[in-house]
């Protein structure tokens, strides 16, 4: 590698969760916001819980095995999922995005583009 190419380290920062423990809290977040509508007093704080709900469902992900997903905010590379499996609680406004990684070639593919 010549010595003037840039070259990335992988950041570490990515807190990601189990998703079915993500699609638990969701439901249960699903059960509040309907128990508030239903409810006098408690309607606005569903004006805080509705976009809420709304923001969580892009907050998933699925990583598939010899694969990884960048994370990016607003076009910043911000972190590295390496980790199998279907993950929940990244930062909704983070875009996603796959990559498979080739061994023993050092190329990598972008099967989703």
């Known amino acids: 590698m010549p010595a003037n190419e840039t070259r990335f380290r992988d950041k570490q920062g990515s807190l990601t969760v189990n998703g079915f423990l993500g699609l638990i809290l969701h439901l249960i977040l699903s059960i509040v916001n309907i128990r508030l509508l239903f409810t006098g007093p408690g309607a606005a704080l569903l004006l805080i819980t509705g976009p809420l709900w709304l923001l969580i469902w892009n907050s998933y992900v699925i990583v598939n ?5 960048v994370t990016q905010f607003f076009g910043k590379y911000k972190s590295t999922i ?6 929940f609680f990244l930062n909704p406004f983070y ?3 796959e990559f498979q990684r080739v061994f023993g070639l050092g190329l990598s593919v972008y099967p989703n583009r």
Do not use: R, S
């Not at 095995?65 to 997903?69: C, R």
């Not at 390496?82 to 993950?87: L, V």
């Open 65 to 69: 095995p010899n694969e990884a997903v």
């Open 95 to 97: 875009a996603k995005l």
């Open 82 to 87: 390496k980790t199998e499996g279907f993950q």
